[in-house]
C-alpha cells in the first residue's frame, strides 16, 4: 500500500515570493507521483508528474518538482507565484505498473498568495 | 466532448433517498475510477473499471454503494438510502490505458440534508 503525507495544511504568501509545497510519501514498491491542483468549486487539474528519468519536471506555468528517492519526497517549487495561483495543491502516487492503478492521495496544501 | 463529463454538478437529495451520478469518460479510455471527496480532504479511491469489468471496488464504503459501466464507457454512480455522511464531492476520473495519470471531472456534489 501507498501513503502521501503533505506537511502543511495550509501556506499563505505573498505575491512574487517563492513558495515550496511538501509532499513526502510511503510505498513498498515503484510509484509514480503527481501533483494536481484545485480551483474552488472544480475539478482536479494534473499540474506535473514524475514517471522516469530526470527527477526535475516542470508544468508550463512555472512550477517544478524533485523527485528525492532517498528522503521519498517530492516537493512542489515555485520562484515567484502569482495571485492566480491560489488554489488546492494535492500530491499523489500510484504503483508504477504500467497499467491503470488508484490514485493515493495526500489531504492536500491550501495555497493562499495575497499582495 | 474533450473532457470528463460529469452530472448532475449538484444534487441535494433528503436523508433516505436514492441517487445516481454519472460520468462521462474521454472517448476511448479504457480505464474510470472514482473517487470520493470529503470537505477539506484528499479524493478517496471508491471503484476502478477496466472496461465493462469492475475490478477493484475495495474503497466502496458500504453495500449501499454500487457502479456499473455496463458498456465500457459512461459510467453510473449509484447511493441507496443516502446518510448525511454520504455528503461530499464525488469525482470520476479516467485514463487511456497506463497509470501515468488520469483526467479528472469537474465533480458531482452531493449534499444529503
Known amino acids: 500500500a501507498q501513503s502521501v503525507t503533505q506537511l502543511d495544511s495550509q501556506v499563505p504568501v505573498f505575491e512574487e515570493a517563492p513558495v515550496e509545497l511538501r509532499c513526502n510519501y510511503s510505498s513498498s514498491v515503484s510509484v509514480y507521483l503527481f501533483w494536481y491542483v484545485q480551483y474552488p468549486n472544480q475539478g482536479l487539474q494534473l499540474l506535473l508528474k514524475?514517471?522516469?528519468?530526470?527527477?526535475l519536471v516542470e508544468s508550463i506555468n512555472g512550477f517544478e518538482a524533485e523527485f528525492n528517492k532517498s528522503q521519498t519526497s517530492f516537493h512542489l517549487r515555485k520562484p515567484s507565484v502569482h495571485i492566480s495561483d491560489t488554489a488546492e495543491y494535492f500530491c499523489a502516487v500510484n504503483r508504477n505498473t504500467g497499467t491503470a492503478s488508484k490514485l493515493t492521495f495526500g489531504t492536500g496544501t491550501r495555497l493562499q498568495v495575497t499582495l | 466532448g474533450a473532457g470528463v463529463s460529469q452530472s448532475p454538478r449538484y444534487k441535494v437529495a433528503k436523508r433516505g433517498q436514492d441517487v445516481a451520478l454519472r460520468c462521462d469518460p474521454i472517448s476511448g479510455h479504457v480505464s474510470l475510477f472514482w473517487y470520493q471527496q470529503a470537505l477539506g480532504q484528499g479524493p478517496e479511491f471508491l471503484t476502478y473499471?477496466?472496461?465493462?469489468?469492475?475490478?477493484?471496488k475495495s474503497g466502496l464504503p458500504s453495500d449501499r454503494f454500487f457502479a456499473e459501466r455496463p458498456e465500457g464507457s459512461v459510467s453510473t454512480l449509484k447511493i441507496q438510502r443516502t446518510q448525511q455522511e454520504d455528503s461530499a464531492v464525488y469525482l470520476c476520473a479516467s485514463s487511456f490505458m497506463s497509470g501515468a495519470g488520469y483526467t479528472f471531472g469537474s465533480g458531482t456534489r452531493l449534499t444529503v440534508v
Open positions: 473499471f477496466q472496461n465493462e469489468a469492475q475490478l477493484d
Open positions: 514524475y514517471l522516469s528519468g530526470s527527477t
